[in-house]
């Protein structure tokens, strides 16, 4: 059985930074590549970050570009979200995903079987 679990998550003001971390169990961690998602109250689950299995290939949505660092580390089975110059329009509950394989069309949510809880991130003005 698959089991993700988020970690880190909390309260910041604007312009700070908070490190989310990701741990996961159950499958070859390093095969699948791994996502970010993030919800906002009233709106869509969104990607924000993804990561290849080796971890070579990263890739980011616009709005946080230059601002998050995706990272992985496969000797512990984790992902990692470094979320710095941190945004109120950043706040939402964030999601660590494993995708169904290598990265196929990893935007897509749909191409993720596996989710944790998620873990809210609150940004102030």
């Known amino acids: 059985q698959v089991q993700l679990v988020e970690s880190g998550g909390g309260l910041v003001q604007a312009g700070g930074s908070l490190s989310l971390s990701c741990a996961a169990s159950?499958?070859?961690?390093?095969?699948?590549?791994m996502g970010w998602f993030r919800q906002a109250p009233g709106k869509e689950r969104e990607f924000v970050a993804f990561?290849?299995?080796?971890?070579?290939?990263?890739s980011y949505a616009d709005s946080v570009k230059g601002r998050f660092t995706i990272s992985r580390d496969n000797a512990k089975n984790s992902v990692y979200l470094q979320m710095n110059s941190l945004k109120p329009e950043d706040t939402a509950v964030y999601y660590c995903?494993?995708?169904?394989?290598?990265?196929?069309?990893?935007?897509?949510?749909?191409?993720?079987?596996?989710w944790g809880q998620g873990t809210q991130v609150t940004v102030s003005s």
């Open positions: 159950g499958r070859t961690f390093s095969r699948y590549a």
């Open positions: 995903a494993s995708h169904r394989d290598s990265g196929l069309y990893f935007r897509n949510r749909a191409m993720y079987p596996y």
């Open positions: 990561i290849s299995g080796s971890g070579d290939s990263t």
